[in-house]
């Protein structure tokens, strides 16, 4: 059995799943009638509070999984729900935060206007506003930036500064599409670092696209393969290195983590693709 | 400090071009073949810089209406800048819908923007007679059309085009991770255009705004004489014109203050780039 149909089930039962996708297909419409199957039979299940990443080379729909989550695109079959509510009712009614590759902030806005766009946008008091921002400030370490302007930071400051927007209405889902991807290295994986600590402090489930093996393992519960052309789940891998507050930076140098590490390049590089979803992995 | 003494430099040497070419150059002018390249020198072609100055500060008209050349430039200026200004808050208003429109509507894009286009290509001297006599035919309660609403309305109609293509521009300037982060947020069009549009579109706006100024100043003065509209600068270059060859120093008066109604109207863009730099962020990086 894998570890996704032991897991899918329960979820249905007593708890809502933070995301709910089944039989999901999507196919772009290009020029002259040309389609590209860009997603096909997707399943998934996202419990609250769990960290799931997607990862794939790219043209494996990962982003697009995400985007059709965030109710940016709408599949073509199949149904894709948010917390029991369809996607377009879980956009409108603020169920998720979302980051970007790039942060995206507004270059006319300070950063701590940046991180209250959400709230005003929503209508909460200037007030409440003002104490929510020097909170997610603190959260994300930037306090001494709050009036600074998004040009005046760098990459990974900027970067922080999105998540932090993306936390401002205390979603209980956070979608990033590979959010540190523009980063270098370092800055890498000390904000990898930190998002295990937020997501640990705000108990948000995550959906997660990334193409980096050790990222995917480091920060996740649950890793999802997939496989290009079309866009397939190849397999889900279950990380177990414990809670987040026992992910700290020496899990990067632990024999687990190198196991599980090797686990997903295998079925990312893995086996011929033919019976792709009986593949055994324990 | 150093943009001023840079400005002043470049007056100076335009005076001194202006004079060394009066002292050498022949005085029928340049000619190639049967081509004037360069002008007379004669006094009455290119009077002296510091006759014009004297002029420009000496008396005009006879008996009770006589008064200083400058002051009788400086009231037309005025004139002309008021109307320019009408103008240039019509076409600005104008263009900035058909822009919003165009943004909002795909087909309108489609549909209007050739015909914006093509609306710069008919010549003003063509539209003025028009503009006046379908304005003389308006006319409700107290209201009845004046020949200067006529002026600041083919001023508008040169200022608006420049806000429209600008803004348009400017409009559709935001990224689309900014437009679908708003999506996200479950916000309506109405609302993205006002906090993300509109702020994102500034560094698009401001020089269509300073070229809107500008055509509404060139629009009022050319209006003014297709209209034979009274009290401004344009029917006073024609009538210092008229008497060019008895008094040809006073004929560049008006076109000092042609100038001066440019660079007022051109100032106050400028100052409203000021207002809004914090919109303006973005221009740094190329």
């Given amino acids: 059995m894998s570890a996704a149909s032991t897991e899918q089930s329960p979820a249905d039962g007593l708890v809502t799943a933070a995301v709910h996708v089944t039989g999901v297909d999507k196919i772009f419409t290009g020029k002259k009638k040309a389609t590209v199957t860009a997603l096909e039979k997707i399943e998934l299940t996202v419990a609250p ?18 985007r059709l989550i965030a109710d940016l695109d709408t599949p073509s079959t199949g149904t894709v729900t948010v917390f029991g509510k369809t996607a377009r009712q879980a956009r409108i009614d603020q169920e998720y935060g979302i980051a970007f590759q790039q942060a ?20 909460v008091a200037g007030p409440k506003r003002k104490a929510r921002s020097a909170e997610l400030l603190a959260l994300v370490g930037l306090t001494d930036f709050a009036e600074s302007y998004p040009d005046q930071l ?90 987040a507050a026992e992910r700290s930076d020496h899990l990067r140098e632990d024999e687990a983590f190198f196991t599980n590490v090797s686990r997903v390049r295998e079925l990312l590089h893995g086996e011929a693709p033919v019976g792709i979803r009986g593949v055994e992995n324990r | 400090m150093r943009k001023v003494l840079l400005g002043i ?54 008996g009770r209406n006589a008064q200083p050349v400058w002051l009788a430039v400086f009231e037309a200026s005025v004139f002309t800048l008021g109307v320019s200004a009408v103008g240039w808050l019509v076409g600005v208003t104008v263009g900035l819908l058909l822009a919003v429109l165009m943004q909002r509507f795909r087909t309108a894009e489609s549909a209007v923007l050739p015909w914006i286009i093509l609306s710069q290509t008919v010549p003003l001297i063509a539209i ?22 006529s002026v600041a309305v083919i001023a508008s109609y040169l200022a608006f085009f420049p806000v429209s293509i600008g803004a348009l521009r400017g409009l559709n300037s935001p990224d689309t991770i900014h437009v679908e982060l708003f999506r996200s947020y479950g916000v309506g069009w109405w609302r993205t255009l006002f906090r993300l549009r509109l702020p994102a579109s500034v560094p698009y706006l401001l020089p269509a705004l300073r070229l809107a100024a500008a055509n509404a100043v060139i629009g009022t003065v050319v209006a003014e004489v297709s209209i034979g509209l009274r009290g401004g ?5 024609i009538e210092y014109a008229q008497q060019a060859s008895g008094d040809p120093a006073k004929t560049w008066a008006p076109i000092f203050g042609a100038i001066a109604v440019g660079l007022v109207a051109a100032g106050f863009v400028a100052l409203l780039g000021v207002l809004l730099h914090r919109f303006r962020r973005g221009e740094v990086p190329a």
Wanted: hydrophobic share 45%.
């Fill in chain 1, 154 to 243: 760098s990459g990974g400051m900027q970067q922080r500064v999105a998540i932090a927007r993306a936390l401002a209405e205390s979603p209980r889902l956070l979608l990033m599409d590979e959010p540190f991807g523009a980063l270098d290295e370092m800055t890498r994986e000390r904000m990898q670092t930190e998002l295990v600590r937020i997501t640990a402090e705000t108990g948000a489930a995550v959906v997660f696209v990334t193409h980096s093996i050790p990222e995917a393992v480091y920060l996740s519960n649950r890793v999802v393969v997939m496989s290009p052309r079309p866009g397939r789940i190849r397999d889900i891998l279950t990380v177990s290195l414990g809670s």
């Fill in chain 1, 104 to 123: 995206g902030l507004l270059p006319w806005r300070t950063v701590s206007a940046n991180i209250e766009l959400p709230l005003e946008l929503h209508g």
């Fill in chain 2, 9 to 62: 430099g470049g007056l100076v040497l335009l005076v001194v071009v202006w004079e060394l070419y009066k002292a050498l150059g022949p005085a029928t002018g340049v000619v190639v073949g049967d081509l004037t390249v360069l002008p007379r020198t004669t006094d009455l072609a290119m009077p002296h810089v510091w006759d014009m100055a004297s002029r420009f500060f000496g008396e005009t008209g006879s």
């Fill in chain 2, 128 to 149: 003025a007679p028009l503009v006046r006599r379908w304005g003389s035919q308006i006319e409700f309660g107290d209201f009845t059309w004046e020949n200067w609403m």
């Fill in chain 2, 233 to 237: 600068i344009g029917r006073m270059i």
């Fill in chain 1, 49 to 66: 509070g769990e960290f799931v990443s997607l990862i794939g080379p790219s043209g494996c729909g990962k982003s697009t999984l995400l």
